[in-house]
């Protein structure tokens, strides 16, 4: 028999104050599958894409079969979703004439990369030959990309809240995640940070501002913030960007989680925003305004709700992994003579 104080870690209830899941050793399960179903629909729903020669809109998301889970183990996350999609797309063009079609995505899986996701659009039957097509096969794709990518993101981080369940201090044991985003990128958040505590504690907050002047357009600046390429490419790392009301963007590999709530072109735009590493839901408010200089942009950058111990970090991560990867990146902080 083992002394006091001795023997197997997973059974010494005093270190979780409710001695339920001790040391989250047992394995746990939750069913995502209708929550999956409901979030793919509304990521979908009224995805919109145009050119000159007309616009698309998701219309109709008329089959979302498949199931998801997340289970927790020794602390551990291991997802589990596999997903068949089909919906249909409106497009219509400038003179008016309506075009409808079909998007088919059969293996939006765990076992494959966003990359390798087939995204099959096609024309109805009859329908005449279009440009349309062409728009929905490739921005129109990369759109459906990004909107899937989203809720792999949303999966991933909020709805596995309360999985891993804290020890009697409060503290929740670190967890590592076996699905395929690697979180490798941790120049804007250490990769020492624990993991964040869960909700119900008030978390005290600050405020504050920082500016910054580009040699660019309003316009262009106004870009660099919502199209995903350009994000991937000052970050220097995977992202997934939704650029409209409402759409979210997940960062650096899912180190940088937000939405965007107020977009106003090329003058303002309002996000929530948050590090994975800060308290499940906790989201800061970032305001950006854009102001035409003549030859640059000042750029007025508002920052509301920022947890207190994290605002140097915050100042800094912006300064350096936002506003001077910028000015590298797209040439926005030199000027030529």
Not at 87 to 94: D, E, F, R
Request: proline residues 4%; hydrophobic residues 35%; negative net charge.
């Amino acid at each position: 028999m083992a002394k006091w104080g001795e023997g197997d870690p997973r059974w010494i209830v005093e270190e979780r104050a409710d001695a339920t899941n001790v040391n989250n050793w047992h394995w746990t399960e939750r069913d995502a599958t209708n929550w999956s179903s409901d979030t793919l629909k509304t990521l979908l729903l009224g995805l919109t894409v145009e050119n000159e020669e007309g616009a698309c809109e998701v219309t109709e998301v008329g089959k979302v079969e498949g199931e998801a889970s997340i289970n927790n183990r020794k602390g551990k996350l291991i997802f589990f979703y596999e997903w068949t999609l089909k919906a249909t797309w409106t497009g219509t063009s400038k003179s008016g004439i309506v075009y409808k079609g079909s998007i088919d995505v059969p293996n939006l899986s765990d076992e494959n990369d966003m990359d390798d996701l087939d995204i099959n659009v096609t024309m109805d039957k009859d329908e005449p030959e279009t440009p349309l097509l062409a728009l929905m096969r490739s921005t129109g794709a990369d759109r459906l990309r990004a909107a899937l990518g989203s809720y792999l993101g949303l999966l991933q981080t909020e709805f596995t809240q309360g999985m891993i369940l804290p020890t009697a201090n409060g503290v929740s044991k670190p967890q590592s995640s076996q699905s395929k985003t690697k979180l490798d990128k941790t120049q804007i958040s250490s990769g020492t940070a624990a993991p964040p505590p869960n909700t119900g504690v008030k978390i005290p907050t600050c405020k504050f501002s920082m500016r910054e002047t580009f040699l660019t357009s309003p316009t262009e600046l106004y870009r660099v913030f919502l199209n995903q390429e350009m994000v991937q490419a000052f970050t220097h790392a995977q992202a997934t960007v939704v650029p409209e009301k409402g759409g979210r963007f997940r960062l650096l590999d899912g180190n940088v989680l937000g939405e965007f709530t107020e977009l106003v072109p090329d003058e303002r735009l309002v996000m929530r925003w948050r590090y994975n590493t800060w308290p499940c839901e906790h989201y800061a408010t970032i305001s950006l305004t854009l102001s035409d200089r003549t030859s640059e942009t000042e750029l007025k950058a508002e920052f509301r709700g920022v947890p207190t111990n994290e605002e140097e970090r915050t100042r800094q991560g912006w300064q350096r992994y936002y506003f001077e990867a910028i000015k590298q990146t797209f040439g926005f902080g030199a000027r030529l003579y």
